[in-house]
């Protein structure tokens, strides 16, 4: 078996490196960069079932050692990306998971459901995580009994791997993971956004147009490490790590800590090659390490005992 293969689940991935979704495109736009089948999956940016047109700008800032975003998942709306995305997703060579969400349980279930019917793509990301919906109003994936409920309801409507996307915006991800996995996910993957807001003091305006927004990069990786290993203990289902990865190591301590596999999101749009250069890095680091399958690392943290 090659040294970077790795199962989620359903799910054979030729290596453990993903894209985060919201951070690549919708369909093939990163493809002059390089070539996209050296990708482990390819993860879009959401859909919904109905036409959204995002929130108002700006909708980035920079923050130290990440960047707030509030983009408000503009896009065309699920037939438009049947249409017009789709059949350029279904030319990529890799795996490809398409990311979903929607204003209500229905509006998941439904878009799934016309996804599937449609074909063409190997797993869905449920994103019930999204920091970024009007007037603040929680995610889905904050409550365990929603999140189940939303889960089964799309396992019943397509066949296709289930990954549920979780929301570190929580008292408790562990409670949601389980809820997750009780409703029918394949695998979990986290964290989307921590919710953050940044003030000019100059002009005494929140620097995203919707005030507050979703923190990511380099500093959130402390938290999505520890998240995954809590959530990698306690639920028997693979977790795909996300959070500021840019360096092969981070790409090792996500494994160590738990994760199958990891997503990179923030650090694309520094360096939009970030992904070939660690794959390029894994394989000699691996050898340093001593390590001849990258499943060895996983879950492979020795933590200090209690005290
Ligand atoms: O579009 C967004 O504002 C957005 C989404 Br859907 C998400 O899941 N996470 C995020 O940080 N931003």
Redesign the pocket.
Same mark, same amino acid.
Do not use: H
């Given at each position: 078996m090659d040294m970077l293969a790795v199962e989620l689940g359903p799910l054979s991935l030729a290596n453990p490196i993903l894209t985060a979704? &919201?951070t690549f495109g919708g369909s093939d736009e990163m493809a002059d960069f390089f070539d996209l089948s050296r990708l482990g999956a390819i993860v879009l940016?959401?859909v919904t079932l109905h036409p959204r047109r &995002?929130?108002r700008p700006p909708?980035v800032a920079e923050t130290p050692f990440g960047m707030l975003?509030?983009? &408000?998942?503009?896009n065309g709306g699920i037939d438009y990306f049947i249409e017009n995305q789709l059949p350029v997703l279904r030319e990529i060579p890799t795996t490809r998971v398409v990311?979903v969400?929607g204003d209500t349980v229905d509006q998941f279930i439904e878009g799934v459901r016309r996804l599937d019917a449609a074909g063409g793509m190997d797993a869905f990301e449920l994103?019930i995580?999204?920091?970024?919906v009007e007037g603040g109003r929680l995610?889905f994936g904050s409550d365990p009994k929603v999140t189940e409920v939303l889960v089964r309801g799309v396992r019943g409507v397509t066949d296709l791997p289930l990954i549920v996307?979780l929301s570190p915006n929580v008292t408790d991800v562990v409670v949601i993971a389980q809820a997750a996995a009780a409703g029918g996910a394949d695998v979990l993957s986290l964290i989307?956004?921590l919710l953050g807001m940044a003030i000019d003091p100059r002009t005494k305006r929140p620097k995203l147009g919707s005030n507050f927004?979703?923190?990511?990069g380099p500093a959130i990786k402390p938290v999505a490490v520890k998240m995954v290993w809590e959530v990698s203990r306690s639920v028997d289902l693979p977790v795909i790590g996300i959070g500021g990865i840019r360096d092969v190591d981070d790409v090792i301590e996500f494994l160590l800590a738990g994760a199958s596999a990891v997503q990179v999101g923030t650090a694309n749009y520094l360096e939009p090659t970030v992904i070939p250069r660690l794959l390029d890095e894994l394989p000699p680091r691996l050898e340093e390490l001593g390590v001849s399958q990258v499943t060895d690392l996983i879950g492979a943290v020795r933590p200090f005992e209690e005290i």
């Open positions: 979704s &919201g940016k959401t &995002g929130n909708r975003n509030s983009i &408000g998942l503009p990311n969400a994103n995580s999204c920091p970024n995610p996307k989307n956004t927004g979703g923190l990511s």
